[in-house]
Nanobody
Framework: QGQLVESGGGLVQAGGSLRLSCATS????????MGWFRQTPGKEREFVAAVVSSGGNTNYADSVKGRFTISRDNAKKTVSLQMDSLKPEDTAVYYC?????????????????WGQGTQVTVSS
Protein backbone atom coordinates (compact mmCIF):
# COMPACT_ATOMS: atom_id res chain seq x y z
CA GLN A 1 0.00 0.00 0.00
CA GLY A 2 2.72 2.43 0.88
CA GLN A 3 6.21 2.35 -0.52
CA LEU A 4 8.74 4.98 0.45
CA VAL A 5 12.08 5.29 -1.34
CA GLU A 6 14.82 7.62 -0.12
CA SER A 7 17.58 9.09 -2.25
CA GLY A 8 20.24 11.76 -2.05
CA GLY A 9 22.52 10.39 0.62
CA GLY A 10 26.28 10.36 0.26
CA LEU A 11 29.60 11.57 1.59
CA VAL A 12 30.11 15.25 2.36
CA GLN A 13 32.62 17.31 4.29
CA ALA A 14 31.68 19.06 7.51
CA GLY A 15 29.99 22.36 6.76
CA GLY A 16 28.59 21.07 3.50
CA SER A 17 25.03 20.39 2.39
CA LEU A 18 22.94 17.49 1.16
CA ARG A 19 19.35 17.21 0.07
CA LEU A 20 17.47 14.00 0.76
CA SER A 21 14.32 13.10 -1.12
CA CYS A 22 11.64 10.55 -0.45
CA ALA A 23 9.34 9.35 -3.20
CA THR A 24 6.15 7.63 -2.12
CA SER A 25 3.39 5.55 -3.61
CA UNK A 26 0.99 6.38 -0.79
CA UNK A 27 -2.43 6.50 -2.35
CA UNK A 28 -3.63 9.20 0.05
CA UNK A 29 -0.34 11.02 0.49
CA UNK A 30 -2.05 14.28 1.42
CA UNK A 31 -3.55 12.72 4.54
CA UNK A 32 -0.19 11.72 6.02
CA UNK A 33 2.25 13.57 8.19
CA MET A 34 5.72 12.82 6.86
CA GLY A 35 8.85 12.51 8.92
CA TRP A 36 12.58 11.89 8.77
CA PHE A 37 14.44 9.79 11.30
CA ARG A 38 18.03 8.70 11.54
CA GLN A 39 19.95 5.85 13.11
CA THR A 40 23.56 5.01 13.88
CA PRO A 41 24.84 1.53 14.80
CA GLY A 42 23.96 0.52 18.32
CA LYS A 43 21.57 3.40 18.87
CA GLU A 44 17.84 3.79 18.63
CA ARG A 45 16.29 5.43 15.63
CA GLU A 46 15.82 9.09 16.46
CA PHE A 47 13.47 11.78 15.22
CA VAL A 48 14.86 14.45 12.91
CA ALA A 49 11.95 16.39 11.42
CA ALA A 50 8.29 16.15 10.47
CA VAL A 51 5.81 18.08 8.35
CA VAL A 52 2.03 17.87 8.47
CA SER A 53 -0.11 17.06 5.45
CA SER A 54 -0.66 20.68 4.42
CA GLY A 55 2.99 21.60 4.85
CA GLY A 56 1.92 24.36 7.18
CA ASN A 57 3.46 23.01 10.36
CA THR A 58 6.87 21.52 10.93
CA ASN A 59 8.75 20.06 13.86
CA TYR A 60 12.50 19.58 14.31
CA ALA A 61 14.79 17.88 16.74
CA ASP A 62 16.81 20.41 18.73
CA SER A 63 20.01 19.03 17.26
CA VAL A 64 19.05 20.04 13.71
CA LYS A 65 17.03 23.23 14.23
CA GLY A 66 18.30 26.07 12.09
CA ARG A 67 20.31 23.71 9.88
CA PHE A 68 17.76 21.30 8.38
CA THR A 69 14.56 22.11 6.51
CA ILE A 70 11.79 19.65 5.74
CA SER A 71 9.35 20.25 2.91
CA ARG A 72 6.83 18.34 0.86
CA ASP A 73 5.30 18.41 -2.60
CA ASN A 74 1.83 16.93 -2.45
CA ALA A 75 1.40 16.93 -6.21
CA LYS A 76 4.50 14.77 -6.63
CA LYS A 77 3.98 12.80 -3.40
CA THR A 78 7.48 13.56 -2.22
CA VAL A 79 9.10 14.89 0.92
CA SER A 80 12.56 16.41 1.15
CA LEU A 81 15.10 17.20 3.81
CA GLN A 82 17.56 19.99 3.07
CA MET A 83 20.58 19.57 5.33
CA ASP A 84 22.99 22.48 5.67
CA SER A 85 26.00 23.10 7.89
CA LEU A 86 26.43 19.38 8.31
CA LYS A 87 28.44 18.04 11.21
CA PRO A 88 30.18 14.68 11.67
CA GLU A 89 27.57 13.80 14.30
CA ASP A 90 24.90 13.96 11.58
CA THR A 91 26.37 10.80 10.10
CA ALA A 92 23.65 8.15 10.09
CA VAL A 93 21.22 6.21 7.96
CA TYR A 94 18.28 8.50 7.28
CA TYR A 95 14.77 7.11 6.99
CA CYS A 96 11.61 8.60 5.56
CA UNK A 97 8.37 7.67 7.31
CA UNK A 98 4.64 8.33 7.17
CA UNK A 99 2.02 8.55 9.90
CA UNK A 100 -1.72 9.11 9.89
CA UNK A 101 -1.31 11.40 12.88
CA UNK A 102 -2.48 14.92 12.13
CA UNK A 103 0.33 16.61 14.03
CA UNK A 104 4.05 16.77 13.25
CA UNK A 105 4.79 14.11 15.82
CA UNK A 106 8.24 12.94 16.87
CA UNK A 107 6.88 9.66 18.24
CA UNK A 108 8.50 6.90 16.24
CA UNK A 109 5.87 4.30 17.18
CA UNK A 110 3.16 6.31 15.42
CA UNK A 111 4.80 6.04 12.01
CA UNK A 112 3.33 3.19 9.99
CA UNK A 113 5.26 3.25 6.73
CA TRP A 114 9.05 3.36 6.43
CA GLY A 115 11.63 3.53 3.69
CA GLN A 116 14.78 1.45 3.51
CA GLY A 117 17.06 4.33 4.41
CA THR A 118 19.89 6.24 2.79
CA GLN A 119 23.38 6.64 4.23
CA VAL A 120 24.70 10.10 5.04
CA THR A 121 28.35 10.38 6.00
CA VAL A 122 29.89 13.67 7.12
CA SER A 123 33.66 13.75 7.30
CA SER A 124 35.57 16.08 9.59
Amino acid sequence: QGQLVESGGGLVQAGGSLRLSCATSLRTFTTYTMGWFRQTPGKEREFVAAVVSSGGNTNYADSVKGRFTISRDNAKKTVSLQMDSLKPEDTAVYYCAATAASISTARRELYRFWGQGTQVTVSS
